[in-house]
């Protein structure tokens, strides 16, 4: 798998994209939303960076923000998903008994092949990094996280 070096330049909006191990729909259950925002305002309070927007779906999400430094995007990104799948993976564990959460538990188990100090896995590796430059393409971006959770399946529609 090619490494890409990302550049991150002061002043500068990050708009991140991350998804969930496999593409599992975790957020579709309203307590882990909730772990998410309590923990994306935990993490605010914990690093200096601008949040303009961000979006969560049940199997991803987006932020627009603008860390500062510039270079802590990483380690902004890397805390949200460690203390989310951490709080994930110990619910899951303390509902081990219902049917709905061994599913769950088995979606995130690693494949044996993985040699790796973890069992499960919340969160995919990486996550997509894209400048944000200008006024123009911030809005685009707002716009984007805006009309993504309302898009019906086709087929589907509202009522």
Same mark, same amino acid.
């Given at each position: 798998?090619?490494?890409?070096?990302?550049?991150?330049?002061?002043?500068?909006?990050?708009?991140?994209?991350?998804?969930?191990?496999?593409?599992?729909?975790?957020?579709?259950?309203?307590?882990?939303?909730? $772990?998410? =925002? @309590?923990?994306?305002?935990? *993490?605010?309070?914990?690093?200096?960076? #601008?949040?303009?927007?961000?979006? /969560?779906?049940?199997?991803?999400?987006?932020?627009?923000?603008?860390? $500062?430094? =510039? @270079?802590?995007?990483?380690? *902004?990104?890397?805390?949200?998903?460690? #203390?989310?799948?951490?709080?994930? /993976?110990?619910?899951?564990?303390?509902?081990?008994?219902?049917?709905?959460?061994? =599913?769950?538990?088995?979606?995130?188990?690693?494949?044996?092949?993985?040699?790796?100090?973890?069992?499960?896995?919340?969160?995919?590796?990486?996550?997509?990094?894209?400048?944000?430059?200008?006024?123009?393409?911030?809005?685009?971006?707002?716009?984007?996280?805006?009309?993504?959770?309302?898009?019906?399946?086709?087929?589907?529609?509202?009522?």
């Amino acid at each position: 798998m090619p490494v890409y070096h990302r550049v991150y330049e002061a002043g500068h909006l990050q708009f991140i994209t991350t998804s969930t191990y496999r593409r599992v729909r975790i957020f579709s259950s309203q307590a882990y939303c909730q $772990l998410f =925002a @309590e923990t994306l305002r935990d *993490v605010r309070a914990k690093f200096p960076f #601008r949040l303009v927007g961000w979006v /969560l779906m049940p199997e991803h999400f987006h932020v627009l923000l603008q860390p $500062l430094p =510039a @270079e802590s995007t990483s380690q *902004v990104v890397k805390d949200i998903k460690q #203390r989310t799948a951490h709080a994930i /993976l110990e619910g899951l564990r303390a509902g081990e008994g219902a049917a709905s959460c061994q =599913a769950l538990l088995r979606a995130f188990r690693l494949p044996p092949t993985v040699h790796d100090h973890a069992h499960y896995r919340v969160w995919q590796r990486r996550f997509v990094p894209f400048n944000v430059y200008t006024e123009k393409k911030c809005r685009e971006k707002l716009e984007y996280m805006h009309n993504n959770p309302v898009k019906t399946p086709p087929g589907g529609g509202a009522g």
